[in-house]
């Protein structure tokens, strides 16, 4: 293929919905919800499946609050003074504190695939939220050249699926978490799908 | 795409359906969270083929179709 469009490779329809679900989740987890996206996570419709019932919790937990009281959820989840009750940062969860190998790991990645950490942002590139977008860029072709399942599984393997799945389970399980209880199980479920579903392509 | 490629793509297309990816209107939500402040990942300048993100007609019908 060449021309125009030869960077571009067909989006599968399973791959433009694991980009959008990944970039649910990077949305949900960078920051608390403005009152227009709180709005369409509340009208979202899972159907029957686990990742579907999952995600009906998740969007009638939407219709029961206020971007106001999920700055506050956010704040003490996430953030505190001195830290918040979670930690979402691959460094942590592998090696027990940020900034760590996992993060040297992760930017030298990047910058095989053409990635940077945007200006405006000043925490360490292995958040949770931060992974999420890089995979939903990998899945779209965002940063250029191929976005391959290959590159895909490769990212996943080493940055995402150690300890995604960990994390989720402990939002789930957290407190202070009410909203994003729901966002813990949607996680921990898509993240599930995504590792099973990349083993199909060994 | 080789025979192996395509068994691999068309088993996972039914693994996501039976899994519910598609049942649900993210759509919506999600590119309006995307597009949101936090992004933490951009094209580097200069280290692809200098492509970086284009909206060719192909990726605009994604957006539309992403909009329930």
Same mark, same amino acid.
């Given at each position: 293929?060449?021309?125009?469009?030869?960077?571009?490779?067909?989006?599968?329809?399973? /791959? =433009? $919905?694991?980009?959008?679900?990944?970039? !649910?989740?990077? #949305?949900?987890?960078?920051?608390?919800? @403005? *009152?227009?996206?709180?709005?369409?996570?509340?009208?979202?419709?899972?159907?029957?499946?686990?990742?579907?019932?999952?995600?009906?919790?998740?969007?009638?937990?939407?219709?029961?609050?206020?971007? /106001? =009281? $999920?700055?506050?959820?956010?704040?003490? !989840?996430?953030? #505190?003074?001195?830290?918040?009750?979670? @930690? *979402?940062?691959?460094?942590?969860?592998?090696?027990?504190?940020?900034?760590?190998?996992?993060?040297?790991?992760?930017?030298?990645?990047?910058?095989?695939?053409?990635?940077?950490?945007?200006?405006?942002?000043?925490?360490?590139?292995?958040?949770?939220?931060?992974?999420?977008?890089?995979?939903?860029?990998?899945? @779209?072709?965002?940063?250029?050249?191929?976005?391959?399942?290959?590159?895909?599984?490769?990212?996943?393997?080493?940055?995402?699926?150690?300890?995604?799945?960990?994390?989720?389970?402990?939002?789930?399980?957290?407190?202070?978490?009410?909203?994003?209880?729901?966002?813990?199980?949607?996680?921990?479920?898509?993240?599930?799908?995504?590792?099973?579903?990349?083993?199909?392509?060994? | 795409?080789?025979?192996?490629?395509?068994?691999?793509?068309?088993?996972?297309?039914?693994?996501?359906?039976?899994?519910?990816?598609?049942?649900?209107?993210?759509?919506?939500?999600?590119?309006?969270?995307?597009?949101?402040?936090?992004?933490?990942?951009?094209?580097?300048?200069?280290?692809?083929?200098?492509?970086?993100?284009?909206?060719?007609?192909?990726?605009?019908?994604?957006?539309?179709?992403?909009?329930?």
């Amino acid at each position: 293929m060449s021309g125009v469009g030869s960077e571009y490779h067909n989006i599968a329809e399973e /791959d =433009a $919905l694991r980009a959008q679900w990944y970039g !649910l989740l990077a #949305g949900l987890l960078a920051a608390p919800p @403005t *009152p227009e996206m709180l709005k369409k996570i509340g009208a979202i419709e899972g159907d029957e499946t686990a990742l579907g019932q999952a995600v009906n919790r998740l969007a009638a937990a939407a219709r029961g609050t206020t971007a /106001d =009281a $999920l700055e506050d959820e956010f704040q003490i !989840l996430f953030i #505190g003074v001195g830290g918040g009750v979670l @930690t *979402p940062y691959g460094s942590y969860y592998l090696s027990g504190f940020t900034y760590e190998k996992p993060l040297a790991k992760l930017r030298i990645d990047m910058l095989r695939l053409g990635i940077t950490r945007a200006d405006d942002v000043y925490e360490p590139e292995d958040h949770i939220a931060s992974l999420c977008e890089i995979l939903s860029g990998l899945i @779209t072709g965002k940063y250029g050249g191929s976005a391959d399942l290959a590159k895909q599984r490769a990212f996943f393997d080493v940055h995402v699926s150690p300890w995604a799945g960990l994390f989720f389970k402990d939002l789930e399980a957290a407190s202070g978490a009410d909203f994003y209880r729901p966002v813990g199980s949607v996680g921990r479920l898509f993240m599930e799908l995504e590792g099973q579903a990349f083993t199909m392509a060994a | 795409m080789s025979e192996k490629k395509k068994e691999t793509a068309v088993g996972r297309r039914v693994f996501f359906k039976k899994a519910g990816l598609g049942a649900s209107v993210i759509g919506a939500a999600a590119v309006g969270s995307a597009a949101k402040k936090s992004t933490a990942a951009e094209p580097s300048k200069g280290a692809s083929s200098g492509a970086g993100y284009r909206e060719t007609a192909h990726v605009r019908k994604y957006y539309d179709l992403a909009r329930f």
